[in-house]
């Protein structure tokens, strides 16, 4: 061998040695904790030994089906221990996993699919007829390869998925669990993150192995995990705040982790008492009907000591519920944005008493700035742009060097968060800066609008949007669910909010539904709330509405 040749074997034996992906972090991680279990689902458990001896079969798998390094993954499903090992899998074989969200279909589907460049589709079997409509249409030529997840004891002549599912893949001892050799480096792509579309079409954010990596290391040290904690993970998977903030930084540490298919409130009662569980997230659209249903009065919560909550805003009044009766659970408001995998800010149980509205300050590994309208820098309690630094960040958008072009500036990666920061450094979010309402010519932040209505007792949910309005630029609109049984009309909302607010910040319109648009993670689309009310010929306020 000459000396080159030796120079070149060392260089890659030290990079082997060195290396931070996500691979190696799985195989130090099942290393340290082999015997211990590792993930739970229905009625399946996993030693940390049998993940990555799983993993390694479906790398293999994933290898043999002769995918080049880069392709892109897409998995369509809900919540299972295989979506897991799926990820992983992506992760050895230097493949890039996209998440789809298990809602979309058609024309939704397809976009993420065709946005992707998807050459492999993973997919839940009771899907696999969505897909096949978009692949019938012509939609997504880019799909070559369409998996099952799970057998299907009764398969429909209408669906085309190939080989063996990815769990009996994973489940075949006979097959080799060696690693699998791929070339790995952290600056590599690991998963396209894409954002939830609430006021544009999603844009899918390039994520390294680096870049989730950095974020586990800023969720467990912000949010306090211990390999001890038995968290619960009921929130899609697809969204990042399920994936990178609880399930991946947990196994990190060696936890034993209960995963359940959805969010349900019955079941997640019954695990808490059941199984013990110590540390649970949950989107507020879970934390209220959880707060509010009858179980709570039978249930044994003595073992839940950690509490998240995150996706979207919690109304103040129905955290200070949860924390006065429970008084021994930790509550942690998580802050943040897929771009940054996405935990920014964490609000820690001690700081609720003196800031319960607030997100908190910046993690580990996030730098942040707030920048006023007029780009300066944003003094104490200004409103302004959160901006952020971060080895968490994205390194742009897929597809659209435009729009990563307008994320950045001078360094700085522009968030839309419309937020302000007190001099102890808390950050407390005003609205996106899309969604403030400009009304006569003046601002309005929705939330300010919808904590005031939240007052009222028969309120369970509420949105304040702006609607187009030919007086008024845009009227302040407030769309209330009520709470099953109440009763409640527009002008005593008009009143209360009056009573409370300035009269400019009065909606000029109030409608009553049954339920908000939202996406599976939980975020309201006020965009639709906005479409909808524009397009039925009601989106300007009435002449009576206009106080």
Not at 216 to 227: G, K, M, N, Q, R
Not at 393 to 417: C, H, I, M
Not at 532 to 537: V, Y
Request: include cysteine.
């Amino acid at each position: 061998m000459n000396a080159s040749a030796r120079e070149h074997e060392t260089d890659s034996a030290v990079a082997t040695a060195t290396s931070n992906t996500m691979g190696a972090l799985l195989r130090r991680t099942v290393t340290r904790n082999g015997p211990a279990t590792a993930v739970l689902f229905e009625d399946r458990r996993w030693t940390y030994s049998e993940l990555g001896d799983a993993v390694h079969r479906v790398t293999r798998r994933l290898v043999d089906a002769g995918l080049p390094r880069g392709s892109r993954v897409a998995a369509y499903g809900a919540n299972s221990d295989v979506y897991l090992l799926l990820y992983l899998a992506c992760a050895q074989a230097g493949l890039v996993h996209v998440p789809v969200n298990f809602a979309l279909k058609g024309d939704e589907l397809a976009y993420i699919l065709e946005d992707s460049g998807a050459s492999l589709l993973v997919v839940d079997n009771a899907l696999l007829p969505l897909v096949d409509d978009v692949r019938g249409s012509g939609r997504a030529p880019e799909v070559e390869h369409v998996w099952s997840m799970f057998p299907d004891p009764q398969p429909s002549a209408g669906t085309r998925s190939e080989g063996v599912s990815l769990l009996e893949t994973a489940l075949d001892r006979a097959a080799s669990s060696e690693p699998v050799n791929v070339p790995v480096d952290e600056s590599d792509l690991l998963q396209l993150l894409y954002t939830s579309g609430t006021t544009s079409a999603p844009k899918g954010a390039m994520m390294t192995h680096a870049a989730l990596i950095a974020e586990y290391v800023s969720s467990i040290i912000a949010l306090d995990f211990t390999a001890e904690d038995r968290p619960l993970i009921a929130m899609p998977l697809y969204h990042s705040a399920a994936m990178h903030v609880f399930l991946l930084p947990y196994l990190t540490l060696g936890a034993t982790v209960r995963v359940i298919a959805r969010p349900d409130v019955a079941r997640i009662l019954e695990l808490v008492e059941k199984e013990h569980i110590g540390s649970l997230f949950l989107a507020p659209t879970v934390w209220v009907p959880l707060a509010n249903s009858p179980e709570l009065d039978t249930r044994d919560l003595s073992s839940l000591t950690k509490a998240q909550y995150g996706a979207s805003i919690m109304p103040v009044t129905v955290l200070q519920r949860l924390r006065s009766r429970y008084p021994k659970i930790g509550f942690y408001n998580c802050f943040g944005q897929s771009e940054l995998g996405p935990l920014c800010t964490v609000l820690r149980p001690e700081e609720h008493d003196a800031r319960p509205a607030s997100c908190g300050r910046p993690v580990f590994y996030v730098e942040a700035q707030v920048v006023t309208s007029e780009g300066a820098l944003g003094a104490p309690g200004e409103p302004g742009e959160i901006q952020y630094r971060s080895p968490q960040l994205l390194t742009g958008y897929w597809n659209k060097p435009e729009a990563t072009e307008q994320a950045f500036v001078d360094g700085w990666f522009r968030s839309g968060d419309q937020v302000t920061r007190d001099a102890q450094g808390f950050i407390q979010v005003v609205d996106r800066i899309k969604d403030v309402i400009n009304t006569g010519g003046v601002l309005v932040a929705p939330r300010e609008v919808e904590d005031c209505i939240y007052e009222l007792a028969e309120v369970a949910e509420v949105a304040v949007v702006g609607l187009p309005d030919e007086r008024w630029i845009e009227a302040v609109t407030a769309v209330i669910v009520l709470k099953e049984g109440t009763t409640l009309t527009p002008e005593t909302v008009r009143s209360h909010v009056k009573s409370r607010i300035a009269d400019y910040k009065v909606p000029k319109r109030v409608d009553f539904v049954a339920e908000l648009p939202r996406n599976q993670s939980g975020k309201l689309l006020k965009r639709q709330l906005r479409a909808e009310r524009s397009q039925d010929g009601t989106g300007t306020a009435s002449t009576e509405d206009r106080a």
